[in-house]
């Protein structure tokens, strides 16, 4: 079986990236992880990276002039690896249009909400603040705007009466060390994929809907 090659771009801990990382090692994982890149040369994930075997980076747009500069660094290196799949997972940057539309299909993202509901940061604090009783995490292609793009899968949770905002996020973030590696495994195999803006599934829906964690998996 020949592995898709992931670069994983990061901005911060790193723990999804982890995650991907861990799945990645097992035989039959359809990808590898070619590369880890940063836009902060401070994230703990490239220490994480480093010490699980896996090359990683910094390219920090500070010493770059400007957006498009960035992203042509960046390229540079992801070719370089050759790489096929993008993974962000916590990378706090937009992308332009120009480069989304390179990677069309080919760029996946984690989402800590149930998308299209709280786009954008504080996700968990803004889903106490309604009151909405499920919560969880999205990964979904990525487009242009932010948290934005066609939906792969989603996992959710109850909120429960006593949650706080970290409690919230610490059960969260357990669903989505699950998700991603299940949806990039999925990408890479081919699986899923995007065909005229909508995500085509290579398997029975009632395998997705399964993803719907109950409870007793987010505990
Ligand atoms: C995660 O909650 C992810 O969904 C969001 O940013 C956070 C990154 O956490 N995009 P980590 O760096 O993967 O630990």
Redesign the pocket.
Known sequence: MRRQRVGVL??????????LIRAAAEKNYPAEVATVISDRPDAA?LTTAQAQGVEAMCIDPKACAGREAFEASLQEQLQSKGVELIA????MRIFSDGFAMRWHGRMV????SLLPSYRGLDTHARALADGVKLHG?TVHFVSGAVDAGPIIAQSALPVLPEDTADEL?RR??RL?HELYPMVLSWLASGAVSLKDGRVAYRFAVKDQTRLLSPMSSAE
């Open positions: 990061i901005s911060g801990r790193g723990s999804n990236m982890e995650a994930g962000c997972a916590g990378f993202n984690i989402h800590p995490c996020a969260v973030l989505e």
